[in-house]
C-alpha cells in the first residue's frame, strides 16, 4: 500500500480479481481490511472489493467492511459459476447498493466471470443513488460507448494497460489495472507526460510498461507477481493454492530478463510514506492483494 502511494498512484482496489479474494479465508479477508484501510485512510482513494458467487455471501462481506472499515466505496464483480439474466443482475446490484454504507461500484470482468454485463443492465443498476461507477476489463471501445449512456457523474474506470498512453489521450483520465501495482512509478511517468503534452515520452514510457505486462504473462500472472513484488521488497505470496508456485529456475530467469532488471534498478524499494493526491491528475489506481 505505501507503495502505490510512494509511486504517485492516485487510489488502490484492495480485493479484485487480482487479489484473488474468493480463495482467501475469512480471516484473511478480514486481516486485508484491517490492513488496508489502516494504509490508505488519507493517502488517496480506497476502494474494496466485496463480490462474490451470490448475494448472501456478497452480504457478508458488505456487513463486515460497513462495520469495521472506513472507505471510500466496495467494488463488486458480477457473480460468477452461474449466469444471471438482466432482471437478477439488476436486482443483485440494486441490493448490495441498499445494504452498503459506501459508494458501489460494479466490476465488470468477462474473461474471469464467463459473464458480459450489458449496457442495459449497466444504466439500469446506475438509476440506483448508490451505485456510482463501473470498472471495466473488457473492450475499451464498450466502455467508451457505455460513458455516453449512463448519467452524468457515473465514473467509468478502464482497465486496459496495453493503452494507457492513447486513452489519455482521447481524454480517458480513471484506469486501473493490477500491472500498475508492479511498477507504479512507470505508470506515473506516462501519465505526467500526458499531462505535460509530451506523448512522445508518454509512448516511450508506454513500450516499457507494455513488455513489462508481455512478460508478467509469459511467466504467469500470480507467479511473476509473487516474484516481482517480494524483489522490489514487497512480501507476500500473491498466488494463493491451489495457483502453482513458480520455480527457482523460472523465477531466476524472470529476474534476469532486460525490462524486470530495468524494473528493479528504476523503481525504488518499498518504503513507508505517506502523499496526497494530486489534484488535476489522471486517477491511476491499482489491485492489490494480501
Known sequence: MNDQWAGGLNGVLVGGTMGLMQLQTEATYRQMVDVSVHHGRGAGELLMGVGDTGLARTLERIALVNRSASVDGVVV????????????????FCRIADASRYPVYLYDQPALTGSKLSTETVVAAAEHKNVHGIKCSADPAWARQLASAVP???????????????????GVNEL????????????????????????????????RLSELLSIVKRY?????????LNARGIPGKFGPAPVAP?????????????????????????????????????????????
Open 77 to 92: 464483480v458480477t457473480p460468477f459459476l452461474w449466469k444471471f439474466g438482466h432482471g437478477e443482475l439488476v436486482d443483485y
Open 152 to 170: 452524468v457523474g457515473f465514473r467509468v474506470i478502464v482497465a486496459q494497460a496495453d493503452l494507457v498512453n492513447e486513452l489519455l489521450r482521447d
Open 176 to 207: 486501473l489495472d493490477g500491472i500498475f501495482s508492479v511498477a507504479p512509478a512507470w505508470v506515473r511517468a506516462i501519465g505526467d507526460a500526458a499531462r505535460a503534452g509530451r506523448w512522445d515520452d508518454a509512448a516511450r514510457c508506454q513500450r
Open 220 to 228: 504467469g500472472v500470480f507467479q511473476s507477481m509473487t516474484t516481482l
Open 246 to 290: 513458480i520455480t527457482a529456475a523460472a523465477a531466476a530467469q524472470l529476474l534476469g530478463e532486460p525490462i524486470v532488471q530495468d524494473l528493479l534498478s528504476s523503481q525504488p524499494p518499498a518504503r513507508e510514506v505517506s502523499t496526497q493526491v494530486v489534484a488535476g491528475a489522471p486517477r491511476f489506481s491499482t489491485r492489490l492483494s494480501r
